[in-house]
């Protein structure tokens, strides 16, 4: 099975901060992957998929990237619905893995 | 265009449970479906996927031999039979829609439903 690993686990951050989540993995997965948000007692939402493709109603300051094994996600400027837990999946193959998932918390 | 699962609740360890998912506003049966589900404090856990022909099933090694995935297209309907359930099984178990044809992300979920297993 594909292995994501998440990083960091958690970060403080302040409104108005740019901040990188990455999300690397155990072999390659092309562009296979997303990116979701999850509020506490929500279910997880859609934010970037094709690894760095912005979701219909996403906002911009959300983006990602993608270089070899390696995926990332970038806030731009953080704004306080911002913060929440992060997920990276990979739809390389089955089983269809996630990250750890990333907190964000407020500073 | 939305997700709503039903069935969760209160079931005894070795206990069976089935869970439901109903699809409105898009067809169900044009696309793959999958539950992932989230223990109490934990991250995300993909637990399977059927594909809209139902022709193929991946199952977590977690869940493989318990748990079947199955369709009734007439229904827009999906459903999670589980099978001799382990306090591990405990969760939110959330379906949805897995547009692997077209791109790579799950784009709509169910609000999600409770499993406990306890005695």
């Known amino acids: 099975a594909i292995q994501l690993t998440q990083s960091p686990s958690s970060l403080s951050a302040s409104v108005g901060d740019r901040v990188t989540i990455t999300c690397r993995a155990s072999?390659?997965?092309?562009?296979?992957l997303a990116w979701y948000q999850q509020q506490p007692g929500k279910a997880p939402k859609l934010l970037i998929y094709?690894?760095?493709r912005l979701q219909s109603g996403v906002p911009s300051r959300f983006s990602g990237r993608q270089f070899g094994t390696e995926c990332t996600l970038t806030i731009s400027s953080l704004q306080p619905e911002d913060f929440a837990t992060y997920y990276c999946?990979?739809?390389?193959?089955?089983?269809?893995?996630f990250g750890q998932g990333t907190k964000l918390e407020i500073k | 265009v939305q997700l709503v699962e039903s069935g969760g609740g209160l079931v005894q360890p070795g206990g069976s449970l089935r869970l439901s998912c109903a699809g409105s506003?898009?067809?169900?049966?044009?696309?793959?479906v999958s539950w992932v589900r989230q223990a109490p404090g934990k991250g995300l856990e993909w637990v399977s996927s059927?594909?809209?022909?139902?022709?193929?099933?991946y199952y977590a090694d977690s869940v493989k031999g318990r748990f079947t995935m199955s369709r009734d297209n007439a229904k827009n309907l999906l459903s999670l039979q589980m099978t001799s359930l382990r306090a591990e099984d405990t969760a939110v178990y959330y379906c949805?829609?897995?547009?692997?044809?077209?791109?790579?992300?799950?784009?709509?979920w169910g609000q999600g439903t409770t499993v406990i297993v306890s005695s």
């Open positions: 949805a829609r897995d547009p692997a044809d077209y791109y790579y992300g799950m784009d709509v």
């Open positions: 506003g898009f067809t169900l049966s044009s696309y793959t």
């Open positions: 059927l594909s809209s022909s139902s022709s193929d099933m």
């Open positions: 072999q390659g997965i092309s562009t296979a």
């Open positions: 094709d690894a760095s």
């Open positions: 999946q990979q739809f390389h193959n089955y089983p269809r893995t």
